[in-house]
C-alpha cells in the first residue's frame, strides 16, 4: 500500500505519457519497415565506397 494517495494530476499525466510513448514506438515501426522496403526492393543499389572520381 502507498504511503500517499496518488494525486489526480498523475493520473492524468500517465496517461498522457502512454500515449506518447505508443506514438514514438509506432513512428520507429513506421520507419523502420519504410526502410526495410526501400533496401529489399529490385532497384535498390548500394552508393560505392570510393564514389565517383574520373
Request: aromatic share 6%.
Amino acid at each position: 500500500m502507498a504511503l500517499r494517495k496518488e494525486h489526480e494530476i498523475h493520473k492524468r499525466r500517465s496517461g498522457r505519457n502512454m500515449g506518447v510513448g505508443i506514438l514514438l514506438g509506432a513512428f520507429v515501426v513506421l520507419v523502420l519497415a519504410l526502410t526495410m522496403v526501400k533496401v529489399t526492393s529490385n532497384s535498390f543499389k548500394f552508393p560505392d565506397a570510393q564514389g565517383e572520381q574520373n
